[in-house]
């Protein structure tokens, strides 16, 4: 079973940081891809950032500049460096991991649970 824990959410005021944590644990083989996305309410949810194996990186176009994604491939977390926040960043955020659990295996998604971010006076 694999499982991904966020952590690292809270709240913070407008221009303030956060750094994310998500790590991986369980039958893992190899993890592909990482990343988070966020769904505040009412709204869909949407990609922040990603990092493949060999650590290229692409980001939305509203975090572009101010957030900065990686990974430890070691410890098997993906972390999220949240920087110049504004009230329109608040979300859940999602930890996504692309991973195989067997050799010969295919890669599949798994989510985190999610964690808070809110950003306000």
């Known amino acids: 079973q694999v499982q991904l824990v966020e952590s690292g959410g809270g709240l913070v005021q407008p221009g303030g940081s956060l750094r994310l944590s998500c790590a991986a644990s369980?039958?893992?083989?190899?993890?592909?891809?990482m990343g988070w996305y966020r769904q505040a309410p009412g709204r869909q949810r949407e990609l922040v950032a990603l990092?493949?194996?060999?650590?290229?990186?692409n980001y939305g176009e509203s975090v572009k500049g101010r957030f900065t994604i990686s990974r430890d491939n070691g410890k098997k977390t993906v972390y999220l460096q949240m920087n110049s926040l504004q009230p329109e960043d608040t979300a859940v955020y999602y930890c996504?991991?692309?991973?195989?659990?067997?050799?010969?295996?295919?890669?599949?998604?798994?989510w985190g649970q999610g964690t808070q971010v809110t950003v306000s006076p």
């Open positions: 996504n991991a692309d991973l195989k659990t067997r050799i010969g295996s295919g890669a599949e998604g798994y």
């Open positions: 369980g039958r893992i083989f190899r993890i592909d891809g």
């Open positions: 990092i493949n194996s060999n650590e290229s990186t």
